[in-house]
Antibody, heavy 125, light 111 residues
Framework: EVQLVESGGALVEPGGSLRLSCVAS????????MNWVRQAPGKGLEWISY????????YYADSVKGRFTISRDNVQNSVYLQMNSLRDEDTAVYYC??????????????????WGPGTLVTLSS | QSALTQPPSVSGSPGQSVTISCTGT?????????VSWYQQPPGTAPKLIIF???NRPSGVPDRFSGSKSGNTASLTISGLQAEDEADYYC???????????FGGGTKLTVL
């Protein structure tokens, strides 16, 4: 069974840092690109970062570029999101989500088929 | 990349059909057949219900269908059931470093 489980969410002060983790099981992580998507309280979904299977390609939304860093460890079956210079507007549930397989007919970014339950990051002074 | 445009809310009675629109641009929805739809009941993670415009993952009822015309994609739910009440989001691949853009979400109320 495919599972993604995020962790690392916490209450943090503005300007602080946090590292989120996403542990994958039930599939071979090294053959999939992965994403982070967040959802502020009562708001919609916002894609924030992508990482290819070998980490050769990485993308960020403008809202987090220069502050967040995505990484992965295919041996540890994990994807990470290092968040620095946190702002009030970063308060959200953070989900990791799986991209289609490399061999997918439909192409990258065409869907996110598995999501974790999310981890809550709250900014408060 | 701006968010895709969805109506904030739609409603329907059990057994009826509803359609949710998702409008993008010629650079995303209009250019790629990489539109997907997600269902999110309150307090849960999103669940993929339609991918590549009109394809259903295994286990998703055929009451859910997707289509696209020009820059607008649509999700139709027929034979509405109480358990369909949820937020629905569309997304599209952008072909740029902004990768994927989501719609603002539509709250479906089953009357």
């Amino acid at each position: 069974e495919v599972q993604l489980v995020e962790s690392g969410g916490a209450l943090v002060e503005p300007g602080g840092s946090l590292r989120l983790s996403c542990v994958a099981s039930g599939f071979t992580l090294k053959t999939y690109s992965m994403n982070w998507v967040r959802q502020a309280p009562g708001k919609g979904l916002e894609w924030i970062s992508y990482i290819s299977p070998t980490s050769s390609t990485i993308y960020y939304a403008d809202s987090v570029k220069g502050r967040f860093t995505i990484s992965r460890d295919n041996v540890q079956n994990s994807v990470y999101l290092q968040m620095n210079s946190l702002r009030d507007e970063d308060t959200a549930v953070y989900y990791c989500a799986r991209d289609p397989p490399l061999t997918s007919y439909y192409g990258s970014g065409s869907y996110f088929d598995y999501w974790g339950p999310g981890t809550l990051v709250t900014l408060s002074s | 990349q701006s968010a895709l445009t969805q109506p904030p809310s739609v409603s329907g009675s059990p057994g009826q059909s509803v359609t949710i629109s998702c409008t993008g641009t010629s650079s995303d929805v209009g250019h790629y057949n990489r539109v997907s739809w997600y269902q999110q009941p309150p307090g849960t993670a999103p669940k993929l219900i339609i991918f590549a415009v009109s394809n259903r993952p295994s286990g998703v009822p055929d009451r859910f269908s997707g289509s696209k015309s020009g820059n607008t994609a649509s999700l139709t739910i027929s034979g509405l059931q109480a358990e369909d009440e949820a937020d629905y989001y569309c997304s599209s691949y952008t072909g740029t470093s902004t990768y994927v853009v989501f719609g603002g979400g539509t709250k479906l109320t089953v009357l």
